[in-house]
């Protein structure tokens, strides 16, 4: 049980596109979603919180407009990096949160992203 | 602000050494600790959640154990298949008005090494 995928795992797209990440849980209704990104060595950074049915929750610095967060179902929540540029590129990683599972977070795999 | 501080950054062990990975946290109102595994590329797994000072969680040769400023994780007898980084994270109840009430503060990691 407490599994989550994402989608893409990983994408390279040119400067100036835009990029959307899947996010599921496939067994358990989420809640709360959440979103990191994690460069290399270093350690997981919070972007941003959704709860289903509203708006996310951005972490101070993150810029709201950039990256565009939905959680429309208690399954999918998606994040769309727009106009991505090449100090986008990282790790992206989904966690989800589901009722019975007191506080714990349930992440994706990642998806890795390189904008040229 | 929370602060969690792992350490060592590296360790490495021959197959069968036992040891333990330290784990200091600087929080207001601590929620839970949590431990998860992360092999490279991939999202971190989830293996314990700690409540309250005292408590004491085991899964085949790892225990972790939480007291009121540090956690440990205990590593019996491991094997290669044990090397990963083991992330520890906090959750504290958010003192400012927006963000979310779930977030989790990640110390930097341990990498660990089991050679055969």
């Known amino acids: 049980g407490a599994v989550v995928s994402q989608h893409p795992s990983w994408v390279i797209c040119k400067s100036g596109t835009s990029v959307k990440i899947e996010c599921r849980s496939l067994?358990?209704?989420?809640?709360?979603m959440f979103w990191y990104r994690q460069f290399p060595k270093q350690s997981l950074m919070l972007m941003a919180t959704?709860?289903?049915?509203?708006?996310?929750?951005?972490e101070q610095g993150v810029e709201k407009d950039k990256f565009l967060i939905n959680h429309a179902s208690l399954t999918l929540s998606t994040l769309t990096v727009t106009s991505a540029h090449p100090e986008d590129s990282s790790f992206y990683i989904c966690s989800a949160r589901g009722q019975g599972f007191q506080e714990t977070q349930y992440f994706g795999p990642g998806t890795r992203l390189l904008v040229l | 602000e929370d602060q969690v501080t792992q350490s060592p950054e590296a360790l490495r062990l021959q197959e069968g050494e036992s040891s333990s990975l330290n784990c200091s946290y600087t929080?207001?109102?601590?929620?839970?600790l949590f431990w998860y595994r992360q092999d490279p590329g991939k999202g971190p797994e989830f293996l314990f959640t700690?409540?309250?000072a005292g408590e004491e969680k085991e899964k085949e040769r790892l225990k972790a154990t939480l007291t009121k400023k540090e956690s440990f994780l205990h590593i019996t007898a491991p094997k290669p298949e044990d090397s990963a980084t083991y992330l520890c994270a906090v959750q504290a109840r958010r003192r400012d008005s927006g963000g979310s009430n779930y977030k989790l503060t990640f110390g930097k990691g341990t990498l660990l090494t089991v050679n055969p």
């Open positions: 929080v207001s109102g601590l929620r839970g």
């Open positions: 959704s709860n289903e049915g509203s708006k996310a929750t951005y």
């Open positions: 067994d358990f209704q989420a809640t709360t």
């Open positions: 700690l409540y309250s």
